[in-house]
T-cell receptor, first 115, second 112 residues
Framework: GAVVSQHPSRVICKSGTSVKIECRSL??????MFWYRQFPKQSLMLMAT?????????EQGVEKDKFLINHASLTLSTLTVTSAHPEDSSFYIC???????????FGSGTQLSVL | DQQVKQNSPSLSVQEGRISILNCDYT??????FLWYKKYPAEGPTFLIS?????DKNEDGRFTVFLNKSAKHLSLHIVPSQPGDSAVYFC???????????FGTGTSLTVIP
């Protein structure tokens, strides 16, 4: 299956700063990547679908100006949390869809803590 | 609107016994189901899947059962091992393919 690398694994930042999270598909050309968020003891919530070479599709209630997604190549998608606030503190996970095997493969996640 | 539900937030099982994790869904268009295992501060890892054309899929100690009429699936782990202790998510997708809906997860603890 696809190998997905996500970086950084943990980030602590001050309120008002921006944080960039990278998601790389190491062995698979991913035209589509997904960004999820998980709050403690809650489900994985899909934030947006990242499409290579075009604009991302955001789920209802997710602010596109706050969560900037760039999918410039078939192996890299980035999520930038702009002007982060404490309520943005969460576990962010990217995933790649392997259509041949019909599975999602996940990165290792990024724990964001905004002070 | 939670289309995939896992009503048991936690489950404790003695080592060697069977663990049964349950999942219910509301959307009859779902035709593909997966189970993922997740450790704290890590991304989920794929465990086992089942298509709606089947009612059972087995892989080693893991078996998934699907009851389409009841819109219910379950994951059986037997025998349970302490290393199985993790949060288990079920997920479902429609025939459009790549959008998955996740349950809220069940935290399994296998007691040695």
């Amino acid at each position: 299956g696809a190998v997905v690398s996500q970086h950084p694994s943990r980030v602590i930042c001050k309120s008002g700063t921006s944080v960039k999270i990278e998601c790389r598909s190491l062995d698979f050309q991913a035209t589509t990547m997904f960004w999820y968020r998980q709050f403690p003891k809650q489900s994985l919530m899909l934030m947006a679908t990242s499409n290579e070479g075009s604009k991302a599709t955001y789920e209802q209630g997710v602010e596109k100006d706050k969560f900037l997604i760039n999918h410039a190549s078939l192996t890299l998608s980035t999520l930038t949390v702009t002007s982060a606030h404490p309520e943005d503190s969460s576990f962010y996970i990217c995933s790649v869809y392997d259509g041949y095997n019909e599975k999602l493969f996940f990165g290792s996640g990024t724990q964001l803590s905004v002070l | 609107d939670q289309q995939v539900k896992q009503n048991s937030p936690s489950l404790s099982v003695q080592e060697g016994r069977i663990s049964i994790l349950n999942c219910d869904y509301t959307n009859s268009m779902f035709d593909y189901f997966l189970w993922y295992k997740k450790y704290p501060a890590e991304g989920p890892t794929f465990l086992i899947s089942i298509s709606s054309i089947k009612d059972k899929n087995e892989d080693g100690r893991f078996t998934v059962f699907l009851n389409k009429s009841a819109k219910h699936l379950s994951l059986h782990i037997v025998p349970s091992q302490p290393g199985d202790s993790a949060v288990y998510f079920c997920a479902a997708s429609k025939n459009t393919g790549n959008q998955f809906y996740f349950g809220t997860g069940t935290s399994l603890t296998v007691i040695p």
